[in-house]
């Protein structure tokens, strides 16, 4: 295999098509991101938005058309999706924390089983992640002890622990209450400084206005426009981009 | 503790009362209560050699539970897969197993093994086998409705971060369907301490068995019988309370998870 040149893209998608049962939830998506890409997807519900972020680390199955992460191709290949899966992270709307854990071992068990990890280095991986999400006190606790905006925290130390070169976001802050969608998004901010690739779905225009590189609109299964966020608001080219723009910026 | 002596109080009180009762449901039986009755030699002699098959009742009931709920467990498992043969493999075995009398199990086992696969088993062994098998169906289904009860959000999560199935199963979602599948795993616990009376048909030395070889010498079966009732009773009681402590604990756990 030839190493991946340095700007190759670390997620390319062609033609890729997808079912359920009769219904399109994609329609034929071709999308290249970069290393150290920030892409915010928006779109109207049922725009096929999640189903696409899905698709990236396989918890959906594309039907048609190839999906390559990180150099290697999606197919069924269960090493290859285990693969991947550990280097693609993933931050989901109901934040799915192991509820019968404590925050420290929901961070250390994937570390320790699919990264092999002693115990010690896990936690001190863990600790330093919890640093970073700004809750290092709540290591002994356990997840529905804490807020929502806790929780999502956690879930974001719990997939950077894996030391991921991805991170995928599927509506973080959807399930948060108003107060609390703050604390989230500004760890992700932190994030993106960092230089993390990240793919997130989200309505939290302000968000991408400030983060991402390319806000990508999608509508009924397609990808309507896709440009960076001052020509996406500032000069939007669809009509359906900018009728859903009017809907979702009018207050 | 308190539930120890919670249920070994039923059971004394049980003791008590119930032949109190039977003494007065008849008025032309002749009561030889004498046969297990602890104030006389002959009653003491024969209650020990009754209560002696207590050590095969939970021998026979432990090692079969133990074996038909990693068995029902291995079923479950593919009957939860995606793949349309692996689900027809569950179909067929809990079908098939659970159509079948656990007493024609039995049977089958110990007199039909030696001659379909040249395999002898010993009475304790052919037990063991007949109670697991029946057993395993139900078990398969009991872990089934537990492990599909648990939210689909905590097998996407385990598989974003690229632990394998194993090992989902075993840290994820397992510790999480157990929890709620505690009642139903106690309740086949019962069934089984009482389905192993049936073993005493092939001539296992357990409490029903012993019973039958008392009545066959004393000549007192209602007596007899009646305290073979009180025996399973007690020993049903006290599991009752064990499983209920358990899962006390275990929601212990949950609540302080909450």
């Known amino acids: ?38 892409i915010v997807v928006c779109g109207p519900s049922g725009s096929g938005k999640s189903t696409l972020i899905r698709c990236v680390n396989r918890l959906e199955e594309h039907d048609e058309g190839t999906i390559v992460v990180d150099g290697i191709e999606l197919n069924d290949d269960v090493a290859n999706i285990t ?10 709307q109901q934040f799915n924390l192991f509820p019968h854990l404590s925050v420290l071992r929901n961070l250390t068990l994937a570390p320790m089983r699919a990264r092999g990890l ?94 991402a590189n390319r806000i990508v609109f999608m509508d009924h299964g397609e990808v309507v426009e896709a440009a960076p966020p001052r020509e996406f608001f500032g000069a939007p080219r669809s009509d359906r981009t900018k009728l859903f723009l009017s809907q979702i910026l009018s207050h | 503790m308190k539930a120890a002596i919670g249920s070994a109080s039923a059971c004394v009180a049980a003791l008590t ?99 379909v696969l040249n395999l002898s088993l010993g009475v304790f062994a052919a037990g063991v086998l007949a109670l697991a098998l029946s057993d395993s169906a139900f078990e398969a289904e009991i872990f089934r409705a537990g492990i599909q009860s648990i939210d689909r959000g905590q097998h996407e999560a385990s598989d974003s971060l690229g632990l394998t199935y194993l090992d989902k199963m075993r840290f994820v979602i397992l510790p999480q369907a157990l929890r709620r599948i505690l009642p139903p795993l106690g309740n086949q616990f019962v069934y089984m301490l009482k389905t192993s009376s049936l073993i005493s048909v092939i001539g296992l030395t357990e409490l029903t068995r012993r019973a039958n070889e008392l009545v066959v010498s004393e000549y007192r079966p209602l007596e007899i019988y009646t305290f073979l009732v009180l025996e399973y009773m007690c020993l049903i009681l006290i599991v009752s309370k064990l499983v209920r402590l358990l899962e006390r604990r275990m929601a212990a756990g949950e609540r302080r998870a909450a």
């Open chain 1, 1 to 38: 295999m030839n190493q991946r040149r340095q700007d190759a893209p670390i997620i390319a998608m062609h033609g890729v098509k997808k079912w359920f049962g009769e219904f399109q939830a994609l329609k034929g998506i071709d999308l290249t991101i970069g290393l150290g890409e920030r």
């Open chain 1, 118 to 211: 002693s115990r010690k280095e896990a936690e001190e991986l863990a600790m330093e992640y919890l640093n970073r999400v700004h809750i290092p006190e709540q290591a002994q606790k356990y997840p529905r002890q804490l807020s929502g905006g806790q929780q999502q925290r956690v879930a974001i130390a719990r997939s950077l622990c894996m030391k991921p070169k991805i991170m995928l976001f599927d509506e973080p802050t959807s399930a948060l209450d108003p107060e609390m969608i703050k604390e989230v998004l500004d760890v992700m901010i932190e994030l993106a400084e960092d230089g993390m690739t990240m793919v997130v779905v989200t309505h939290e225009m302000g968000f991408a206005r400030r983060v």
């Open chain 2, 17 to 115: 009362i119930l032949p109190a009762l039977l003494s007065g449901c008849s008025s032309n039986y002749s009561w030889g209560w004498y046969v297990v009755s602890p104030a006389t030699a002959v009653g003491r002699r024969n209650i020990e050699f009754l209560l002696s098959g207590l050590g095969f009742t939970l021998g026979i009931s432990l090692t079969a539970i133990s074996i038909s709920v990693v068995l029902g467990l291995a079923v479950a498992l593919p009957g939860l897969s995606r793949n349309a043969t692996a689900r027809a493999f569950n179909r067929t075995y809990v079908e098939a197993i659970r159509s079948i009398p656990i007493l024609v199990m039995l049977l089958w086992v110990y007199y039909g093994l030696p001659l």
């Open chain 1, 83 to 92: 693969q991947i899966r550990r280097e693609v992270g993933m931050v989901f």
